[in-house]
């Protein structure tokens, strides 16, 4: 059974970059009916926070695509120290007890990259051992066989054969001098022992993986398969980067700037990965069935944003094609939750409302627009823009207005026919072009210029509140 595991380090809030991996291997679990394991990789307990971890699933609850497996790495320490030790019983790995600076020592030097203290690496069993129980701390690192092998190599999904000299792999710290055990070795025991055996990720952890597949072999396993995943970069072509872009690489900001969560998951496929088919909005199911490795592009991928705007447009738009075309039963319950934290109460049934809603969703493109463009239609207190204002100064506009209002509380009958019967009738009594009623009429009920059909907003507004609304202009 194919086992695909998402691990994010709670240092700071979910990146956009670490929600599309976690996206990825979730549709790869689905498409391939494996399974989803989130495992926590928060071993770092000087960088790792509380907050960032509520972060981090804040912004996956909010994705909307469940899990199947939840680990904690702090909580499997002794599975990571034995199997350090079984790789150092098996001569595998050996003692540093060369003084730390910066702990490991491993900076590339000016003479060429550092690769392993040789004095160390030959240090006798007996020696290594009378200075260990002496007390004398240590890291442990892994002694990579350079002498009987001339590669690590392995196959990348996306980005095809790899390979590299184990003469420029360093001797990789498995156990720092206090005896916390590194990435490298957290990661691949937890891989080892909960399963893992595709592992995507993104593009650069792939030169981690050379020693990954050297821990694994360690450990008596076959390495998983790997497929890593291009970067997502900014538009001048950096990294995305939490420190230098801040709030713009947060799912909570598309979140907060009212995104659909599906829609948001749709617009993170489309970077870096295509169905081939011109396809760009795509539900959750045919996103299931058209994922494949196969359609992971290599090169990085652009989030287009400013410093005025950190919305990507594409994302934009994306989520006003889904807020569109979703059905109105799924979106009422959003657009109500809007309007609750927006304070603002609702004046329909329930039947009523949803019409109202399916009614103006066409012109929105976030959530929050209901409770901001879409006031009107859910409170008397409304903004009136200057565009609607040159509608409603038309010369005889308002006065004709106030007459409309007066036929229409005088017609027991309100729908959209026969508020159309009864403009046009008007119009043409008074010798005008119904368009000037039309748009005045809309702009005196929406306070906006533009928006759906007049007549759908007169049902959308009702009867009592759109009579009261032209009686007062």
């Known amino acids: 059974m194919l086992r695909v595991r998402f691990a994010p380090s709670p240092t700071g809030f979910l990146h956009i ?23 926590i990789d928060d071993t770092d307990v000087e960088r790792n926070t509380e907050a960032s971890l509520t972060s981090i699933f804040e912004g996956l609850n909010w994705l909307g695509l469940e899990w199947d497996e939840l680990y904690r790495q702090s909580d499997r320490l002794a599975l990571h120290r034995q199997a350090a030790e079984a790789i150092f019983a098996k001569g595998l790995a050996y003692r540093d007890f060369t003084p730390a600076t910066g702990d490991e020592g491993e900076k590339s030097r000016a003479s060429g990259p550092w690769l392993f203290h040789s004095n160390m690496r030959e240090l006798a069993v007996e020696e290594s051992d009378r200075r260990a129980a002496a007390g004398e701390p240590f890291v442990l690192r892994f002694r990579v066989p350079r002498e009987s092998r001339p590669n690590v190599t392995f196959a990348d999904a996306v980005y095809g054969d790899q390979s590299k000299a184990t003469v420029d792999i360093e001797d990789f710290a498995l156990l720092r001098s206090n005896g916390a055990p590194t990435y490298h070795l957290a990661s691949c025991s937890d891989d080892a022992d909960l399963r893992i055996n595709f592992i995507i990720r993104g593009q650069d952890h792939l030169s981690n993986t050379f020693k990954h597949v050297l821990i694994f072999e360690a450990l008596g396993m076959e390495p998983p398969r790997f497929g890593h995943l291009p970067l997502l970069v900014a538009p001048d072509g950096a990294k995305l980067s939490k420190r230098r872009h801040g709030p713009v690489v947060s799912v909570t900001t598309y979140r907060d700037y009212g995104f659909l969560p599906h829609a948001y998951v749709n617009f993170l496929c489309l970077l870096g990965w295509s169905p081939k088919d011109n396809r760009e909005q795509l539900s959750r199911r045919e996103l299931i069935d058209a994922f494949t490795l196969e359609g992971v592009n290599r090169g990085n991928a652009v989030v287009n944003f400013s410093e005025e705007d950190p919305i990507d447009p594409k994302a934009l738009w994306l989520n006003s094609q889904h807020l569109r075309t979703m059905p109105v039963d799924e979106l009422a319950p959003l657009v109500r939750a809007e309007l609750d934290a ?8 329930e039947a009523g409302f949803r019409s109202a809603v399916d009614a103006i969703r066409s012109r929105f493109f976030t959530i929050k627009d209901f409770a901001i463009r879409g006031r009107a239609y859910f409170a008397d207190d409304f903004p009136i823009d200057p565009g609607a204002l040159d509608k409603l100064d038309k010369p005889g506009a308002r006065e004709m207005l106030r007459e409309l209002s007066a036929r229409l509380e005088a017609n027991p009958e309100f729908t959209e026919r026969s508020v159309e019967a009864d403009l046009r009738k008007l119009a043409e009594e008074r010798g005008v072009k119904a368009g000037l009623l039309i748009n005045g009429a809309r702009a005196a009920l929406t306070g906006q210029p533009v928006g759906p059909s007049a007549f759908a907003v007169f049902a959308a507004i009702g009867r009592d509140r759109a009579i009261a609304r032209l009686g007062k202009v």
């Open 17 to 39: 970059g670490s929600a599309r991996t976690f996206i990825f291997n979730w549709l790869y679990a689905r498409h391939n009916g494996g399974a989803m394991i989130l495992r």
């Open 342 to 349: 927006a304070g603002l109460g609702v004046p329909y049934d």
